[in-house]
């Protein structure tokens, strides 16, 4: 069965500081992983994608990482703001019928 | 330019009665997804259409759910004799013709709101 797993659930931190969230999946056969940011109230903006054969890429404040062989992601947010707090969610797509397997997103919270 | 648009933004209905939500996509895109995000849930599939065509319906939770899209624009997601399970936000995305390895960005509408009473 197609999955995906954040962690934390949630996470509150203090304005400047750091953070990673994860997501762990097992969708196969995997095509590309994608982190959103999602406001409340608002639909769900695209942060980074990647492919198979990607490991790292950044937008911005945003570091997003891909191990394939252990399914693992990361988002590393640095130097953290105020409007960083938002839901982060990994969605993982397959190859089979364009499917998108959603986790259940890591709530952030970023307090001054 | 106009993003994607839905509505009704808000829709209260009575348990029983049927509802019809409408997606209106970006001009020239070819994909549309329909997902739906129950309370404190997050995000959950349930079509896509390449043009007019579904090629998967799987992810509809019942076949109370159904979804049409014409002339490779307007889509519609109709739920009939609701349940209170179906409350939820009801969000509609669409993107350009997708490349084969699926990279496209989706660009999301504002939601539907559906309480179902």
């Known amino acids: 069965k197609n999955q995906v797993e954040q962690s934390p659930q949630s996470l509150i931190i203090l304005e400047g500081k750091n953070c990673t969230l994860q997501?762990?999946?097992?969708?196969?056969?995997?095509?590309?992983l994608r982190w959103y940011k999602q406001d409340t109230g608002r639909g769900p903006v695209s942060l980074t994608i990647?492919?198979?054969?990607?490991n790292t890429k950044s937008n911005g404040r945003y570091t997003a990482t891909l191990d394939a062989d252990t399914k693992q992601s990361s988002l590393h947010i640095t130097a953290s703001q105020l409007s960083d707090s938002a839901s982060y969610i990994c969605?993982?797509?397959?190859?089979?019928?364009?499917?998108?397997?959603f986790g259940g997103g890591t709530r952030l919270m970023v307090k001054p | 330019g106009a993003g994607v648009s839905q509505s009704p933004s808000n829709k209260v209905t009575e348990k029983g009665k049927d509802v019809e939500l409408r997606c209106d996509p970006i001009?020239?895109?070819?994909?549309l997804y329909w997902y739906r995000q129950s309370l404190g849930q997050g995000l959950e599939f349930l079509i896509y259409?390449?043009?007019?065509?579904?090629?998967?319906k799987s992810g509809l939770p019942s076949d109370r759910f159904s979804a049409e899209r014409t002339g490779g624009s307007v889509s519609t997601l109709t739920i009939q004799r609701t349940q209170q399970e179906d409350s939820a936000v009801y969000l509609c995305?669409?993107?350009?013709?997708?490349?084969?390895?699926?990279?496209?960005?989706?660009?999301f509408g504002p939601g539907t709101r559906l309480t179902v009473l």
């Open positions: 997501c762990n999946y097992t969708v196969s056969p995997f095509s590309n």
């Open positions: 990647m492919t198979f054969s990607e």
């Open positions: 969605v993982v797509r397959n190859n089979a019928g364009n499917m998108l397997t």
């Open positions: 001009s020239g895109h070819t994909a």
């Open positions: 995305a669409s993107s350009p013709n997708p490349s084969l390895r699926g990279t496209d960005t989706q660009y």
């Open positions: 259409f390449q043009g007019n065509s579904a090629p998967d």
